[in-house]
């Protein structure tokens, strides 16, 4: 019997294909293999909102290989992702390939581990269309927004610009943070500390109130704090109370998506999108080697909102804790954390797949982004297991005249989880040991000094990722899956900009919220954007359908959109040119940022009689103009010098005296492989969209061609050369009758011109 076990990354295929037996083939799908065209809507509102789907272009040799396979086989797994998107790739999955219901086992697996894979071979299910359409709605939703709302904003702010229904949002927090810190009004107030000595150590005690008053006594002027130091200077401080006690400190909880791209952030200085990336790379799996167990996916899924644990790894965590740092440091019962109302249990909080994998123990086979990221879930896990820290604290309140000081301090009775991991706090001040010395009640002491010091209050703090994340999260604004997509997308389309770690907006982003506050007020609301959150929840559950959800939205919506063509002007919204410190030499005038179809570039503002442009780096400032490289021959037309040139398909040459001269010819980079035909060089060249190809470098004379990469490696059948199949790590030989294939277990045999591996 054969089984053809479909996932979404070849590096995923990799590592299930090590835990099945000969009888399974595994291959990848790359991702999705359907999705709606790019060109058109796509959607037929007026028939139910019924989408019209199409095989994404790049992917018509996938398909047919895994048609072809899944022909042969007598049965198909299909293991995408546990999420909506793996679901509705799984769907896809079985259209495209026109698979029998009768063929298709729908599994899934919280962690890529050998036993949790034949686990999910034993009991496969049917594909969950109520998931299915849950991820069809969002999928519809933002389309739907994306291409009724970018052509307005092409007509009343600029062309080229793009609106989306959560990146909206997420456009409009960063907005309104920014009007709040211009509005903020800094408050002046003072504090008064005194610095007493007990013991013959020093520590500080701070002002809190008059005597006989309950509450704390802000001082908003220096005359105050400054009448206090007169009353207290060279007076005895008096200890009218003390308290001593212990308190506990329970561990932060496992991660979800959230916390963990809040934590990679402030622990790691990790942006959203490496934290998926590499968390991605740590599921799916690394090779560890033999001693210790060849490939294994090193954590569980990685998108998810839930704080469920498993029982076993549970039992694991509390055996590995006892082991190590002893019976105390284990709770008295397994540590169970709620998860919050509306998040999505379908799988479990992101742990190590197993306890036992040290961080210290595998740190060689990592990367360093891979150990970074491991070690802080690992630790964070086993935290989330261990008994809690016990903090011995003393608080002490001193009198002198009418004015109380307080001071406080603890130490760490016992470590607990703490000896472990420590979550860091929000504030720029975390949590440290205070120790105060012997100090008994009514007991007289001398202040060394007593300093009255100024404070302004501070504006709210920008968000950096992380704390939009969080603020996403508390909203109800998006899932697990779209965070990082959301940061991604307002960023590229100039919305929103990096300043060190904080997100500003742009002048563009403010202009593109005033524009949505005013007309489409829904789409930016976030009570409404949170509900439809909830109803997407609803159609997952089975309880809500796609067409009530989407005629619902859709009837409002378009009344918005319909209401604005007729009202908005161009004149409006405007948007100012960004302008830049680079100067036109041609001209003198300050350039000006421009997007185009392959980023941002400065351009004169005096376009069309001058049409100066420069290339911008990451940091906005004008890339340095390099010489250009002198090709070793000369142009074919005039016989001028010919220079290499960067076009959108790389490298290519041009004539020096452009434009007139307008000869150009490809630059073509050789395979080290010869021709089986004529024995020249075969070298690697681009066709339409950026697809690489393999040409015999004599062409048109020799017309030896190639989608697959031909190599230096001969059939052991019969002789003729193999080539890598495009996209797989597959060596196939092409002759006709013969058949022979043969995959590729050594990952770093696998190359694809063009392409990083």
Not at 561 to 574: G, P
Not at 631 to 654: I, L, M, T, W
Not at 700 to 705: G, I, M, Q, R, W
Request: charged share 30%.
């Amino acid at each position: 019997m054969t089984n053809l076990v479909i996932v979404e990354s070849p590096a995923k295929a990799y590592t299930i294909k090590s835990y099945l037996g000969s009888n399974y083939k595994v291959m990848a799908s790359k991702g999705h293999v359907r999705d709606l065209p790019k060109s058109t809507l796509g959607i037929d509102i007026e028939h139910g909102f019924e989408p019209h789907y199409i095989n994404i272009r790049g992917k018509g040799e996938l398909i047919r290989e895994l048609k072809k396979e899944a022909k042969n086989a007598d049965r198909i797994y299909l293991a995408t992702d546990l999420d909506r998107e793996g679901e509705a790739i799984s769907w896809h999955l079985a259209a495209a390939l026109g698979l029998p219901e009768d063929k298709i086992k729908r599994i899934t697996f919280n962690e890529i581990t050998k036993s949790a894979i034949k686990e999910s071979i034993k009991s496969p299910r049917k594909i969950d269309i109520d998931l299915v359409n849950a991820q069809q709605t969002r999928r519809i939703l933002d389309r739907i927004v994306g291409y009724k709302l970018s052509p307005f904003l092409w007509k009343t702010v600029k062309s080229g610009l793009s609106a989306g229904r959560v990146q909206s949002i997420a456009t409009k927090i960063i907005v309104e943070r920014e009007d709040e810190i211009r509005a903020f009004v800094p408050r002046e107030y003072w504090t008064v500390d005194a610095v007493l000595t007990s013991d013959g150590r020093d520590f500080t005690a701070h002002y809190y109130g008059e005597a006989g008053s309950k509450d704390k006594n802000e001082l908003s002027a220096e005359s105050e704090a400054v009448r206090i130091k007169d009353d207290c200077f060279g007076k005895k401080f008096v200890c009218t109370e003390i308290k001593k006690g212990n308190r506990t400190k329970s561990p932060a909880p496992p991660f979800i998506t959230s916390t963990l791209q809040q934590e990679a952030s402030k622990k790691l200085n990790f942006q959203s999108q490496r934290t998926m990336r590499v968390a991605q790379e740590l599921y799916e799996g690394v090779n560890l080697g033999h001693e210790n167990g060849g490939v294994q996916g090193l954590i569980t899924y990685m998108r998810t909102d839930s704080l469920r644990v498993a029982a076993e790894a549970q039992s694991a965590a509390l055996e590995y804790i006892a082991e190590n740092y002893g019976r105390d440091y284990c709770p008295e019962k397994p540590r169970v954390y709620r998860t919050k109302a509306n998040a999505q249990d379908a799988h479990e909080a992101i742990r190590p797949s197993k306890v036992a994998l040290d961080p210290e123990k595998i740190k060689k086979m990592l990367t360093p982004d891979q150990y970074k990221l491991y070690k802080l879930i690992w630790r964070r896990f086993l935290a989330s297991q261990m008994s809690s820290a016990v903090l011995s604290t003393v608080n002490a309140e001193f009198a002198c005249e009418s004015h109380i000081f307080k001071s406080s301090g603890y130490t760490v009775k016992f470590r607990g989880y703490m000896a472990l991991y420590e979550e860091t706090s929000d504030t720029a001040d975390t949590e440290r040991e205070v120790v105060l010395p012997p100090v008994d009640k009514d007991a007289e002491l001398n202040a060394r000094d007593i300093i009255p010091e100024q404070h302004f209050t501070e504006p709210p703090s920008r968000y950096t990722e992380a704390s939009l994340i969080k603020f996403l999260e508390e909203k109800g604004i998006g899932r697990p899956s779209t965070y990082t997509p959301i940061i991604t997308i307002i960023i590229s389309r100039g919305y929103v900009k990096r300043d060190g770690k904080s997100l500003r907006p742009t002048d563009l982003g403010e202009i593109i919220t005033r524009l949505m506050n005013k007309s489409f007020p829904d789409i930016v609301d976030y009570k409404f954007t949170a509900s439809m959150e909830n109803q997407l929840d609803e159609i997952e559950n089975g309880n809500a359908t796609m067409l009530d959800m989407l005629s619902k939205f859709y009837e409002g919506f378009s009344r918005e959109l319909e209401e604005a063509e007729k009202t908005v002007s161009k004149e409006t919204y405007e948007a100012p040119a960004e302008e830049t410190d680079i100067i036109c030499e041609k001209c003198g005038s300050r350039m000006i940022v421009k997007n185009g179809r392959y980023g941002r570039f400065a351009a004169c503002p005096n376009y069309p009689e001058c049409k100066n442009t420069k290339q911008l780096n990451k940091s906005g400032t004008a890339e340095a103009e390099k010489e250009p490289e002198i090709a070793p021959f000369k142009c074919e037309f005039c016989g001028s010098d010919v220079v290499v040139r960067q076009g959108r398909n790389g490298a290519f040459y041009a004539c020096s005296r452009y434009p007139e001269c307008k000869f150009t010819k490809q630059k073509v980079k050789s395979l080290g492989v010869s021709c089986p035909k004529c024995g020249r060089d075969i070298v690697t060249k681009y066709g339409r969209n950026k697809t690489v190809f393999y040409s015999c470098s004599g062409y048109p004379e020799c017309d030896f061609s190639s989608w697959d990469l031909p190599t230096n490696e001969k059939c052991p059948q019969c002789g003729e050369m193999l080539y890598q199949k495009k996209g797989r790590a597959l060596l196939v030989c092409k002759k006709e009758g013969c058949g022979y294939k043969r995959e590729i277990t050594d990952s770093s045999d696998a190359k694809e011109s063009g392409e990083e591996k």
